[in-house]
């Protein structure tokens, strides 16, 4: 038994855990503050406020506002969390700062109201708030040292896959596609769920339904991707369309060759699902298990998850020698 596995795992998941943290906390200050003072505030909340000296001209229940502004810290915590990369923890931690210190806010302004249409939101919050993003911000930046840092792309003289054999006037090419169903779900319940939310949802609902639109779009777009290998190169693109794309010409190509990648190396090496960019290395990461890397004549790897990858490898570098390049 490998015994640097578990730790190795833990580093890996040590981002995540970091960009997860103060919407959890956000959360946790926000629902006791609620708690506590909920029987101070009125049935029917002021949650938006105009330009005019900050009159309230959108208003919630008190128990939707529970669930609407739990739901979105939530979401902005998971949305975070999955797109999270080493260098970015600072805007993780200053949204959760601006969005919790609003809610936050919120609720001490809408304490004892009697009218809710005379509660009044100063600039002075909008203010306060963005100085305590600006704070944790540089507290997320400094716990950026706590994550592991990527480790540089592999030598380009690391041996690679085998040759595919072809002769000198034979063309091949190589293609598949390849899924990943939870982000499938994922993509098609957060569009499903965005007209409803917009037309139905009371503010600041609505704001969720945005998050649909976010969520949904590039989730479906990356949820089946075809990878294809032929005599321009490598080319990934969306199953769906044909753009956007990626595409990695054969004088680019230094190598290639297959690996297969566990949920540890993935979290570890490109930080997650989706399309990643790392230091050192790029990929299209929709699943765990088979993937093909490509090494780039700059030093740099691009990666796709996709069945067999041994075969696109071999191939490719069948191609790339012919071109000159290996």
């Known amino acids: 038994m490998n015994r640097a596995a578990p730790r190795l795992r833990a580093l890996a998941a040590l981002p995540f855990a970091l960009a997860a943290l103060p919407f959890a906390l956000a959360l946790v200050v926000h629902l006791v503050l609620l708690a506590l003072r909920y029987d101070r505030l009125p049935d029917t909340l002021a949650t938006h406020f105009g330009p005019d000296g900050g009159h309230a001209d959108g208003f919630t229940g008190r128990t939707a506002f529970t669930a609407v502004s739990a739901g ?8 975070w969390t999955l797109l999270v990369r080493r260098g970015s923890l ?12 609003l809610f936050v806010l919120l609720v001490r302004d809408n304490l004892d109201a009697t009218d809710p249409a005379r509660v009044e939101s100063p600039l ?7 100085a305590v993003a600006a704070l944790l911000a540089l507290a997320g930046q400094g716990l950026t040292r706590l994550a592991p840092r990527d480790e540089p792309a592999a030598d380009p003289g690391t041996p690679d896959a085998p040759r595919l054999p072809l002769g000198a006037s034979e063309v091949a090419g190589w293609t598949r596609a390849t899924a990943s169903r939870p982000l499938t779900v994922l993509a098609v319940l957060a569009l499903a769920a965005t007209p409803a939310v917009l037309l139905l949802a009371p503010w600041p609902a609505a704001l969720l339904g945005l998050l649909g639109l976010v969520v949904g779009l590039p989730g479906l777009a990356l949820a089946r991707v075809r990878v294809t290998v032929d005599r321009r190169g490598v080319t990934v693109r969306s199953a769906l369309a044909s753009r956007p794309r990626a595409r990695i010409p054969l004088d680019e190509v230094a190598g290639a060759s297959a690996r297969d990648l566990d949920t540890a190396a993935v979290l570890a090496e490109f930080g997650g699902w989706g399309y990643r960019v790392r230091a050192h290395r790029t990929g299209v990461i929709v699943r765990s298990g088979e993937a093909l890397v490509v ?13 067999d990858a041994r075969t696109a490898a071999a191939l490719l570098n069948t191609l790339a020698e012919r071109h000159g390049k290996v």
Request: aromatic residues 12%.
């Open 90 to 101: 600072w805007g993780a931690w200053a949204t959760a700062g601006f969005t919790g210190t």
């Open 295 to 307: 090494r780039r004549s700059g030093g740099r790897e691009f990666a796709v998850t996709v069945p």
């Open 124 to 130: 002075a919050n909008l203010l306060f708030a963005g």
């Open 72 to 79: 979105l810290l939530l979401t902005l915590g998971a949305g």
